[in-house]
């Protein structure tokens, strides 16, 4: 069974923009509510680049739902033709949660089910369906989720883009224009980014000229966590993968789900800072770095992320940094201990193991907050190895603590767009 209202790391993916909080900027309530941003967003700031490939347990654009279903979902009425004015047709087909489950099952190969669950085309949290597959080698979980994205938006083209190897271990990925217009990506990669577990994620996302979002996930396992491998690979190939999430009646689970009202428009100066260019922070990390360096690889996100991949004679190192505007809530509690130059800006730094599987890895971070009510913040980390999910290559980075706080202090990030 899939968890219940999970959210995205990115709005705060970041409970979205705390759309794992869920990839790296992840006691009386309000000191709680303040520090499970931070922590949130801190998060964000060192895996924000660990893009799972799916939208299964991300918030669906436009819906408000994802592919987590509550444990005791209700399974609703059967399929109904119904006026909606809120619907992006007069009267659209409505889908219940047995409506969905059973095409579904008449999508999938012959075998057994177990552990049914899903949500209607009118719950509040957008149309899923999850269930339990085994077509005798073994059970397996697959989950399919629905929501609408912008055509066209940096939305769809993070969504569409096949994640970085250097910084998320994948099998294959794959991205397509299909005839129609459509645009396909199937990907086949793991659960667990730095691998703690064997347990294989494999996905398919279609996204129509409509913008019509259609996601399917499925499992080597019962379970998306928790559950022991219970076969090599995911009951469905990269085909059926492939055939089940371009099924025509999926476009039209999408179009009977209502539109979510749009907040009035509001008068009031914009106060929130746009989101600072990934292009323009990779230029200037790479403009800031010592030159003795070799930049032998390179790449980030479309905002706020970036990295670079150097070497200077003694292996590759791995930098990477966040820079990201919003980020005064908190401060007192995220850079307490630190340091407060003369300037305002707090700074505090880090020598610490690595996060993810690679053996003897250590990852140095400064941490910088300048001072006024935009929150701009600016995280530098470097690694003793070009890959953090592949074992130490130095014994530490190729930059020095020194050289790591004279970067993320600089006077060129005030200049990022």
Same mark, same amino acid.
Request: glycine fraction near 12%; aromatic fraction near 6%.
């Given at each position: 069974?899939?968890?219940?209202?999970?959210?995205?790391?990115?709005?705060?993916?970041?409970?979205?923009?705390?759309?794992?909080?869920?990839?790296?900027?992840?006691?009386?309530?309000?000191?709680?509510? &303040?520090?499970?941003?931070?922590?949130?967003?801190?998060?964000?700031?060192?895996?924000?680049?660990?893009?799972?490939?799916?939208?299964?347990?991300?918030?669906?654009?436009?819906?408000?739902?994802?592919?987590?279903?509550?444990?005791?979902? *209700?399974?609703?009425?059967?399929?109904? !033709?119904?006026?909606?004015?809120?619907?992006?047709?007069?009267?659209? !087909?409505?889908?219940?949660?047995?409506?969905?489950?059973?095409?579904?099952?008449?999508?999938?190969?012959?075998?057994? @089910?177990?552990?049914?669950?899903?949500?209607?085309?009118?719950?509040?949290?957008?149309?899923?369906?999850?269930?339990?597959?085994?077509?005798?080698a073994g059970a397996a979980a697959i989950g399919v989720g629905?929501?609408?994205?912008? *055509?066209?938006?940096?939305?769809?083209?993070?969504?569409?883009?096949?994640?970085?190897?250097?910084?998320? %271990? @994948?099998?294959?990925?794959?991205?397509?224009?299909?005839?129609?217009?459509?645009?396909?990506?199937?990907?086949?990669?793991?659960?667990?980014?730095?691998?703690?577990?064997?347990?294989?994620?494999? &996905?398919?996302?279609?996204? !129509? &000229?409509?913008?019509?979002?259609?996601?399917?996930?499925?499992?080597?396992?019962?379970?998306?966590?928790?559950?022991?491998?219970?076969?090599?690979? %995911?009951?469905?190939?990269?085909?059926?993968?492939?055939?089940?999430?371009?099924?025509?009646?999926?476009?039209?689970?999408?179009?009977?789900?209502?539109?979510?009202?749009? *907040?009035?428009?509001?008068?009031?100066?914009?106060?929130?800072?746009?989101?600072?260019?990934?292009?323009?922070?990779?230029? &200037?990390?790479?403009?800031?770095?010592?030159?003795?360096?070799?930049?032998?690889?390179?790449?980030?996100?479309?905002?706020?992320?970036? @990295?670079?991949?150097?070497?200077?004679?003694?292996?590759?190192?791995?930098?990477?940094?966040?820079?990201?505007?919003?980020?005064?809530?908190?401060?007192?509690?995220?850079?307490?201990?630190?340091?407060?130059?003369?300037?305002?800006?707090?700074?505090?730094?880090?020598?610490? %193991?690595?996060e993810k599987a690679g053996s003897g890895v250590v990852m140095?971070?400064?941490?910088?907050?300048?001072?006024?009510?935009?929150?701009?913040r600016v995280v530098i980390s470097a690694f003793n190895t070009?890959?953090?999910?592949?074992?130490?290559?130095?014994?530490?980075?190729?930059?020095?603590?020194?050289?790591?706080?004279?970067?993320?202090?600089?006077?060129?990030?005030?200049?990022?767009?």
């Amino acid at each position: 069974m899939l968890e219940n209202d999970r959210q995205d790391p990115f709005e705060d993916r970041l409970g979205t923009a705390l759309r794992d909080a869920g990839d790296g900027f992840e006691a009386d309530r309000a000191a709680l509510v &303040t520090a499970g941003r931070v922590r949130g967003r801190r998060a964000l700031l060192r895996r924000r680049a660990a893009v799972v490939g799916g939208v299964a347990g991300v918030a669906l654009a436009g819906v408000g739902g994802a592919l987590v279903l509550p444990a005791d979902e *209700p399974v609703g009425p059967a399929r109904s !033709t119904v006026a909606s004015g809120g619907s992006p047709t007069a009267a659209a !087909t409505a889908f219940s949660g047995d409506d969905l489950l059973r095409e579904l099952k008449s999508l999938l190969p012959g075998g057994t @089910y177990g552990e049914e669950s899903a949500r209607g085309s009118d719950h509040r949290l957008g149309p899923a369906a999850h269930l339990v597959y085994d077509d005798g080698a073994g059970a397996a979980a697959i989950g399919v989720g629905f929501g609408r994205v912008e *055509p066209g938006s940096a939305q769809v083209r993070d969504l569409m883009a096949c994640p970085d190897h250097n910084v998320t %271990p @994948y099998d294959d990925c794959s991205s397509d224009r299909l005839p129609d217009g459509s645009l396909l990506k199937l990907y086949q990669g793991y659960e667990y980014p730095d691998l703690r577990v064997d347990t294989k994620l494999w &996905t398919a996302d279609l996204v !129509t &000229t409509e913008g019509q979002h259609v996601s399917v996930s499925e499992w080597n396992s019962p379970a998306e966590k928790g559950a022991p491998v219970s076969r090599e690979e %995911p009951p469905l190939s990269t085909e059926r993968l492939r055939a089940l999430v371009t099924a025509a009646v999926w476009r039209e689970v999408v179009d009977a789900v209502p539109e979510s009202p749009k *907040p009035p428009r509001s008068s009031a100066p914009r106060t929130e800072r746009p989101e600072v260019s990934g292009k323009s922070v990779g230029d &200037t990390l790479a403009a800031l770095l010592p030159k003795k360096l070799d930049v032998v690889a390179h790449g980030g996100q479309e905002s706020e992320y970036a @990295y670079v991949v150097v070497d200077d004679g003694r292996g590759r190192s791995l930098v990477q940094i966040n820079v990201q505007y919003g980020m005064a809530d908190g401060a007192g509690q995220v850079y307490a201990g630190g340091e407060i130059l003369p300037d305002g800006t707090r700074l505090v730094t880090r020598q610490e %193991p690595g996060e993810k599987a690679g053996s003897g890895v250590v990852m140095w971070t400064v941490d910088t907050l300048r001072p006024g009510a935009a929150g701009f913040r600016v995280v530098i980390s470097a690694f003793n190895t070009g890959d953090q999910n592949k074992d130490a290559t130095r014994v530490a980075p190729a930059l020095t603590m020194e050289q790591l706080r004279k970067i993320a202090l600089s006077k060129e990030w005030d200049e990022v767009r």
